[in-house]
C-alpha cells in the first residue's frame, strides 16, 4: 500500500481485517517465514489445526524465535502478544475467517442489555473456529481499547478463534492454569484480540490491540469468575503494582468481554436477523463488464468494499427511539436479557432466546403508545 493510502481517511473506519489486507501484511508474512526457514502452514493454512495449538509449536521453530527476539516480542514476554494478534489476523486472512458486522441499532440494544454474574462458561461459544466480529456500522461505541502510545481507541471490533487444546502443562497451558486442568485433558480455548479503531489517529495501521486468552476448563463455572481469573493473569504478567493507566485498561478490556459475550450469545440466538453483503466480491465480479473510464472509478472504490454478513434490524422500533421526559416516572430502560427455553420433542434440547430491552412509559416520549411487551428481534 502506498503512502497515500495510508493516510486516506476514508479508509480508517474499516474493519481490521480489510484494513489488513490493504496493507499486504499477509504477503509480507509469508516472505519472512521463507528467508527464516519459518513453517507457517500450520498456523495458516490447516483449518484443523487450532490457532493455539499452532502458535506454541511455532515457539518452538528457532527461525520464529530469532524473528519474534528481533522484533522485540519474544515468546513468554510482556510484548508477545503483539505479534500473536499479528499472527491471529494473519490466519483469518488466509483460512479465511468469518466476518460478521452487527447494526448500529443491534449495538445500541445490546449496549442496554446485562448478563447475570452467575451465566455458565458453556454459553460462551463461537458460531465459527475463526471469526471477526465488527461491532456496529459506524465508530460510535462508547467502549473503548487502550494503546500506550496514542491513547485511548473506539472499539472496533474482535477475532475470535475458538479451539480444543490437548493439556500439556507448562508447555502449551500457563502455569496460573495448574489445578484447573489435569495432563491430557482436552481443555476449550478462546482466543480474542479486541481492536481499536484508528479513526482520529495518525494513519491506517495506527490503532489498538488487546490480546487476551480464556481458559475455560468447566462449562459450569461462572463466565464471571472465568473473566477475573484470565484478566487478572493478563494484568499482573511480569509482576509489580499496577498504575491507574493498566487499571484503565483492565477496566475497559472487562467491558468489551462483557459486550462480546452479548454479541455471540445474540448471533447464535432464535432472534438473530442475518444478512449476507458480498460488497467487495460482487464488485470485482463486475468490474470485467465496465468500459475503461467506469472500471477506473470502480477500482478506486474497490479499497472500501469488503463481504460481511450483517446481524441485527436496522432500525430501532419506534418505541425505543428518544428521550428524556418529565412525569412523576420518567422514561427509563428496562435492560434486555438473555434466557435459555427448553424446545424440541420432550423439550429436551435448549434454545437460546433475546429479549430486548424495552422503555418503561416510552408514552412520555413519543406518540407511539407504549409496548405490551418487550421487543423481540426477529
Given at each position: 500500500m502506498d503512502n497515500a493510502h495510508m493516510h486516506d481517511e476514508r479508509l480508517f473506519a474499516l474493519p481490521h481485517p480489510r484494513r489488513f489486507a490493504l496493507m499486504n501484511y499477509l504477503p509480507m508474512l509469508l516472505e519472512v517465514g521463507k528467508s527464516l526457514a519459518i513453517d507457517f502452514g500450520p498456523l495458516l493454512h490447516d483449518p484443523g489445526a487450532g490457532y493455539h495449538d499452532a502458535v506454541c509449536a511455532l515457539e518452538d521453530n528457532p527461525g520464529f524465535r530469532r524473528f519474534a527476539r528481533d522484533m522485540d516480542r519474544s515468546p513468554g514476554g510482556a510484548r508477545f502478544g503483539a505479534l500473536k494478534s499479528e499472527m491471529?489476523?494473519?490466519r483469518f486472512a488466509a483460512l479465511p475467517g468469518s466476518l460478521f458486522q452487527t447494526t448500529d441499532a443491534l449495538e445500541a440494544l445490546l449496549g442496554e442489555t446485562r448478563l447475570p454474574e452467575d451465566i455458565p462458561c458453556g454459553v460462551l461459544r463461537s458460531p465459527y473456529p475463526c471469526l471477526f466480529i465488527e461491532f456496529g456500522e459506524t465508530r460510535n461505541s462508547p467502549l473503548?481499547?487502550?494503546n500506550p502510545i496514542s491513547g485511548a481507541h473506539v472499539l472496533e471490533g474482535v477475532y475470535v478463534m475458538e479451539d480444543a487444546v490437548s493439556v500439556r502443562l507448562g508447555d502449551n497451558i500457563p502455569g496460573w492454569m495448574n489445578g484447573l486442568a489435569a495432563e491430557g485433558e482436552v481443555l476449550r480455548v478462546i482466543n480474542l484480540d479486541f481492536i481499536g479503531s484508528p479513526l482520529g489517529k495518525e494513519n491506517l495501521a495506527d490503532d489498538a490491540h488487546q490480546v487476551m486468552t480464556l481458559y475455560l476448563p468447566d462449562d459450569e463455572e461462572p463466565l464471571s469468575a472465568a473473566f477475573d481469573r484470565c484478566v487478572s493473569s493478563a494484568w499482573?504478567?511480569?509482576g509489580g503494582t499496577r498504575g491507574a493507566a493498566e487499571r484503565i485498561d483492565e477496566?475497559?478490556?472487562?467491558a468489551c468481554l462483557w459486550h462480546l459475550a452479548c454479541a455471540l450469545l445474540y448471533i447464535q440466538s432464535?432472534?438473530?436477523?442475518?444478512e449476507w453483503l458480498p460488497e467487495e466480491s460482487e464488485a470485482r465480479a463486475a468490474l470485467g463488464r465496465l468500459g475503461a473510464k467506469k472500471r477506473a472509478r470502480a477500482e478506486r472504490r474497490l479499497p472500501r468494499l469488503y463481504d460481511r454478513v450483517r446481524v441485527g434490524p436496522q432500525a430501532l422500533p419506534p418505541e425505543l427511539v428518544g428521550g428524556g421526559g418529565g412525569g412523576a416516572v420518567r422514561p427509563h430502560w428496562r435492560r434486555g436479557h438473555f434466557r435459555h427455553q427448553r424446545v424440541g420433542p420432550g423439550r429436551e434440547k435448549r434454545e437460546v432466546r433475546y429479549i430486548?430491552?424495552?422503555?418503561?412509559?416510552a408514552d412520555r416520549i413519543s406518540d407511539t403508545p407504549p409496548p405490551t411487551k418487550p421487543y423481540s428481534v426477529r
Open positions: 491471529m489476523a494473519a473503548q481499547v487502550m499482573s504478567h511480569g477496566q475497559c478490556f472487562r432464535s432472534e438473530v436477523r442475518r430486548a430491552p424495552t422503555l418503561v412509559r
